[in-house]
Nanobody, 115 residues
Framework: QVQLVESGGGLVQAGGSLRLSCAAS????????MNWYRQAPGKQREFVAQITNTGKTNYADSVKGRFTISGDTAKSTVDLHMRSLKVEDTAVYYC?????????WGQGTQVTVSA
C-alpha cells in the first residue's frame, strides 16, 4: 500500500514563508497530476495548486503569485513553496497524487499563520 507523507508544516508569522514537501513510500505508476489541497477549521477541503506530468501548473486565485508548486512524477514527490503567507492560509494541507491505478492522499500537515 503506497502512502504519502507530508512534511514542512508549522507556525509562521504573517508575511513569512514555508515549504511543504510530499513523498510517496512506494511507486505510483503513471502519475497524471499532483495536487495540494487545504482544509481550514469548519470549512470544506479546497484546491490550492496542481502540476501535471507535462509541467503545467494551475493555482487557486487566492494563492496565485504567492505559492509555487513543483514536482517530480518519476520520484512521486511534490512540493509547495508558500510565500507572503496570510492568516487566512491557516489550514491542514494535503497532497494528492493521481496515477493510473488510483488517487492517493497524504495525512495532512498543519500550517498556522499568526498575525
Amino acid at each position: 500500500q503506497v502512502q504519502l507523507v507530508e512534511s514542512g508544516g508549522g507556525l509562521v508569522q504573517a508575511g513569512g514563508s514555508l515549504r511543504l514537501s510530499c513523498a510517496a513510500s512506494g511507486t505510483i505508476f503513471s502519475i497524471g497530476v499532483m495536487n495540494w489541497y487545504r482544509q481550514a477549521p469548519g470549512k470544506q477541503r479546497e484546491f490550492v495548486a496542481q502540476i501535471t506530468n507535462t509541467g503545467k501548473t494551475n493555482y487557486a486565485d487566492s494563492v496565485k503569485g504567492r505559492f509555487t508548486i513543483s514536482g517530480d512524477t518519476a520520484k512521486s514527490t511534490v512540493d509547495l513553496h508558500m510565500r507572503s503567507l496570510k492568516v487566512e492560509d491557516t489550514a491542514v494541507y494535503y497532497c494528492n497524487l493521481v496515477g493510473t491505478y488510483g488517487a492517493y492522499w497524504g495525512q495532512g500537515t498543519q500550517v498556522t499563520v499568526s498575525a
